[in-house]
């Protein structure tokens, strides 16, 4: 697997996660990496994005919650999420783009998710 997540887990209402991201089984430093989830019932939607060549970017939901953070050297990712709430509850997917420039979500290697539980 060349995308591994790691670190999810159940917490209550308040607390914090750190999720990781694993990619060093690629031979490049993807132009951008990326954090997605899905809740049940909804479709799959970006939480966090980290980009070589810009700011981080996050989701409207979690802005001031979460925090992406990257060691491109490594090809590692991490998830800071803190203040968690129910509604957090989820898969969460790291992505990594293919190619060291173009962030394509399109276009992306996937690992397969590790879960998120927020009880209220």
């Known amino acids: 697997e060349l995308v591994v997540e790691s670190g999810g887990g159940s917490v209550e209402a308040g607390g914090a996660l750190r999720l990781s991201c694993d990619a060093s089984?690629?031979?490049?430093?993807?132009?951008?990496m990326y954090w997605f989830r899905q809740r049940p019932g909804s479709e799959r939607e970006e939480v966090a994005m980290?980009?070589?060549?810009?700011?981080?970017k996050y989701a409207d939901s979690v802005k001031g919650r979460f925090t992406i953070s990257r060691d491109s050297g490594k090809n590692t990712m991490s998830l800071q999420m803190n203040s968690l709430k129910p509604e957090d509850t989820a898969m969460y997917y790291c992505?990594?783009?293919?190619?060291?420039?173009?962030?394509?979500?399109?276009?992306?290697?996937w690992g397969r998710g590790t879960q998120v539980t927020v009880s209220s």
């Open positions: 992505a990594a783009a293919r190619n060291d420039r173009v962030c394509n979500t399109d276009d992306l290697y």
């Open positions: 089984g690629l031979l490049f430093s993807p132009g951008c």
């Open positions: 980290h980009s070589k060549s810009g700011p981080p």
